[in-house]
């Protein structure tokens, strides 16, 4: 069975850093792309950034050069290190795997089969 589990949210004023890690169990991360998401109350879920098996990295333009993605692979573990925080971040973040067989896009939510709880990030204005 397949889990992954968000943490690091939490509550920063605008400016500030968080970084938030995705622990998973039942599957071997590098294996996989893995995909961060967030969605804002009353929001669609949307992509924030992907990171594939080669290291290979895609952001959404309302991150680049604020937030990057990493992993650790003796962890399996992926990171998302968010910094120079601002208001309109604030959104519940999620972590995914993504399958090919679901979709062919790693901007798409419906690509991604197996999703974490989600990790709340509040910036403070």
């Known amino acids: 069975q397949v889990q992954l589990r968000e943490s690091g949210g939490g509550l920063v004023q605008t400016g500030g850093s968080l970084r938030l890690s995705c622990a998973a169990s039942?599957?071997?991360?590098?294996?996989?792309?893995m995909g961060w998401f967030r969605q804002a109350p009353g929001k669609e879920r949307e992509f924030v950034v992907a990171?594939?098996?080669?290291?290979?990295?895609y952001y959404a333009d309302s991150v680049k050069g604020r937030f990057t993605i990493s992993r650790d692979d003796a962890k399996n573990t992926v990171y998302l290190q968010m910094n120079s925080l601002k208001p309109e971040d604030t959104a519940i973040y999620y972590c995914a795997t993504y399958d090919s067989w679901h979709g062919n896009s790693y901007y798409s939510k419906g690509s991604y089969d197996y999703w974490g709880q989600g990790t709340q990030v509040a910036v403070s204005s």
């Open positions: 039942g599957r071997t991360l590098s294996s996989y792309t």
């Open positions: 990171i594939t098996r080669s290291g290979a990295t």
